[in-house]
């Protein structure tokens, strides 16, 4: 309970600490707007797409549900400072693990409402190409 009213009042002072988290990382700042951009390929935003973009930053990434919303708006910011090439060019140097990891992530935001469109298809492939990564390093092989 003390910690709790502690971190109110920290995030109060401070900013939200998954916006912080975001804003200090220009790699997760990259890849949430490349995701964010997925989402919107389609020409809308479905609940499904959403959900699961709320799940890979808690899961991936440990923003908490509580910081999604202001996240976001930083992305919205971010965004119209970052095109997707420059978002992607933070990748180029990363190791091979975490470029197929992004692109999951893409695949899962795409697949999310059960319906691939063509712009969605053109930009994983656009990602794809970009990273040097097929799209057989998006299956996940089992040990």
Excluded: W
Excluded at 25 to 35: C, F, I, K, N
Excluded at 53 to 73: A, L, N, Q, Y
Excluded at 120 to 138: F, K, Q
């Amino acid at each position: 309970m003390a910690l709790a009213l502690i971190e109110k009042f920290r995030s109060m002072f401070e900013g939200d600490a998954g916006v912080r988290k975001v804003a200090d990382d220009p790699v997760l700042s990259a890849e949430l707007l490349l995701l964010l951009r997925m989402i919107l390929a389609d020409g809308s935003v479905s609940e499904s797409e959403m959900a699961t973009f709320k799940r890979i930053c808690t899961e991936s990434f440990g923003i908490g549900p509580e910081s999604i919303d202001r996240v976001m708006e930083y992305l919205h910011d971010f965004g119209y400072e970052t095109n997707g090439a420059q978002a992607l060019a933070l990748f180029q140097d990363l190791d091979v693990e975490r470029r197929k990891l992004l692109a999951r992530h893409m695949a899962e935001i795409a697949k999310a409402d059960h319906q691939l469109a063509e712009n969605e298809v053109r930009l994983l492939r656009r990602t794809l190409e970009a990273l040097g990564i097929s799209p057989a390093d998006l299956v996940v092989k089992n040990a």
